[in-house]
Protein backbone atom coordinates (compact mmCIF):
# COMPACT_ATOMS: atom_id res chain seq x y z
CA UNK A 1 0.00 0.00 0.00
CA UNK A 2 1.16 3.32 -0.77
CA UNK A 3 0.71 6.60 1.12
CA UNK A 4 -1.46 8.36 -1.62
CA UNK A 5 -1.71 11.62 0.33
CA UNK A 6 2.05 12.10 -0.11
CA UNK A 7 1.80 11.54 -3.39
CA UNK A 8 2.27 14.45 -6.51
CA UNK A 9 0.07 13.35 -8.81
CA UNK A 10 -2.46 12.93 -5.97
CA UNK A 11 -2.02 16.38 -5.20
CA UNK A 12 -1.98 18.00 -8.47
CA UNK A 13 -5.15 15.95 -9.57
CA UNK A 14 -6.82 17.45 -6.62
CA UNK A 15 -5.72 20.95 -7.75
CA UNK A 16 -6.93 20.29 -11.24
CA UNK A 17 -10.26 19.02 -9.99
CA UNK A 18 -11.04 22.28 -7.90
CA UNK A 19 -9.97 24.25 -10.91
CA UNK A 20 -12.28 22.58 -13.18
CA UNK A 21 -14.97 23.00 -10.27
CA UNK A 22 -14.06 26.88 -10.09
CA UNK A 23 -13.94 26.73 -14.10
CA UNK A 24 -17.67 25.24 -14.66
CA UNK A 25 -19.45 27.71 -12.22
CA UNK A 26 -19.70 30.24 -15.17
CA UNK A 27 -20.96 27.58 -17.95
CA UNK A 28 -24.48 28.25 -18.33
CA UNK A 29 -27.30 26.31 -16.44
CA UNK A 30 -28.27 24.05 -19.41
CA UNK A 31 -25.01 22.32 -19.14
CA UNK A 32 -25.62 20.82 -15.44
CA UNK A 33 -26.09 17.79 -16.37
CA UNK A 34 -24.24 17.35 -19.53
CA UNK A 35 -20.43 19.21 -20.19
CA UNK A 36 -20.09 20.02 -16.46
CA UNK A 37 -21.23 16.94 -15.10
CA UNK A 38 -19.24 15.18 -17.08
CA UNK A 39 -15.90 17.59 -16.33
CA UNK A 40 -16.62 16.86 -12.60
CA UNK A 41 -16.78 13.44 -12.99
CA UNK A 42 -14.09 12.96 -15.38
CA UNK A 43 -12.12 15.34 -12.71
CA UNK A 44 -13.14 13.54 -9.72
CA UNK A 45 -12.32 10.54 -11.07
CA UNK A 46 -8.28 10.76 -11.33
CA UNK A 47 -7.57 12.06 -8.11
CA UNK A 48 -10.18 9.17 -7.08
CA UNK A 49 -8.65 6.12 -8.79
CA UNK A 50 -5.17 7.24 -7.56
CA UNK A 51 -6.15 6.99 -3.99
CA UNK A 52 -8.00 3.68 -4.24
CA UNK A 53 -5.46 2.52 -6.42
CA UNK A 54 -2.58 3.31 -4.04
CA UNK A 55 -4.64 1.70 -0.77
CA UNK A 56 -4.57 -2.00 -2.89
CA UNK A 57 -2.64 -4.42 -2.08
CA UNK A 58 -0.38 -4.90 -4.93
CA UNK A 59 1.36 -2.86 -7.18
CA UNK A 60 -0.29 -4.78 -10.07
CA UNK A 61 -3.85 -3.57 -8.79
CA UNK A 62 -2.44 -0.03 -8.39
CA UNK A 63 -1.13 0.23 -11.87
CA UNK A 64 -4.51 -0.36 -13.29
CA UNK A 65 -6.11 2.26 -11.34
CA UNK A 66 -3.44 4.64 -12.22
CA UNK A 67 -4.10 3.52 -15.86
CA UNK A 68 -8.08 4.05 -15.29
CA UNK A 69 -6.81 7.68 -13.92
CA UNK A 70 -4.90 8.20 -16.64
CA UNK A 71 -7.49 7.51 -19.17
CA UNK A 72 -9.76 10.52 -17.27
CA UNK A 73 -7.36 12.67 -17.54
CA UNK A 74 -7.55 12.18 -21.33
CA UNK A 75 -11.45 12.21 -21.27
CA UNK A 76 -10.89 15.71 -19.04
CA UNK A 77 -8.48 16.81 -22.01
CA UNK A 78 -11.32 16.83 -24.24
CA UNK A 79 -13.95 18.08 -22.68
CA UNK A 80 -11.12 21.19 -21.96
CA UNK A 81 -10.74 22.01 -25.61
CA UNK A 82 -14.96 21.32 -26.33
CA UNK A 83 -15.31 23.67 -23.68
CA UNK A 84 -12.86 26.24 -25.48
CA UNK A 85 -14.41 25.41 -28.59
CA UNK A 86 -18.18 25.87 -27.88
CA UNK A 87 -16.72 28.96 -25.97
CA UNK A 88 -17.38 28.19 -22.09
CA UNK A 89 -13.66 29.18 -21.24
CA UNK A 90 -11.08 31.78 -23.05
CA UNK A 91 -7.92 31.23 -24.02
CA UNK A 92 -5.87 31.57 -21.04
CA UNK A 93 -8.13 29.51 -18.77
CA UNK A 94 -8.08 26.41 -21.51
CA UNK A 95 -4.20 26.99 -21.41
CA UNK A 96 -4.13 26.65 -17.91
CA UNK A 97 -6.43 23.75 -17.46
CA UNK A 98 -4.66 22.07 -20.87
CA UNK A 99 -1.25 22.56 -19.01
CA UNK A 100 -1.72 21.04 -16.05
CA UNK A 101 -3.67 18.13 -17.29
CA UNK A 102 -0.99 17.25 -19.27
CA UNK A 103 1.75 17.94 -16.41
CA UNK A 104 -0.56 15.22 -14.45
CA UNK A 105 -0.15 12.66 -17.45
CA UNK A 106 2.97 12.97 -18.01
CA UNK A 107 3.62 12.09 -13.93
CA UNK A 108 0.52 9.19 -13.93
CA UNK A 109 2.73 7.76 -16.98
CA UNK A 110 6.10 8.05 -14.93
CA UNK A 111 4.72 6.94 -12.06
CA UNK A 112 3.24 3.81 -13.69
CA UNK A 113 6.14 3.33 -15.22
CA UNK A 114 8.08 3.06 -11.96
CA UNK A 115 5.28 1.13 -10.53
CA UNK A 116 5.14 -1.62 -13.26
CA UNK A 117 9.43 -1.83 -13.15
CA UNK A 118 9.06 -2.07 -9.48
CA UNK A 119 6.49 -5.14 -10.41
CA UNK A 120 8.26 -7.14 -12.58
CA UNK A 121 11.98 -6.85 -10.42
CA UNK A 122 10.15 -8.58 -7.61
CA UNK A 123 9.09 -11.22 -9.66
Known sequence: ???????????LAI?????????????????IYALISQMQRAAVSIPSNIA?????ETDKDFSHF???ALGSSFELYTQIV???EIGYIDHTQTEKLQKMTIELQK?????KKKID???QTTK
Do not use: D, V
Open 52 to 56: EGAGR
Open 1 to 11: MHNFNNLKIWQ
Open 82 to 84: LSK
Open 66 to 68: LSI
Open 15 to 31: ELAKEIYRATESYPKEE
Open 107 to 111: MISAY
Open 117 to 119: NNS
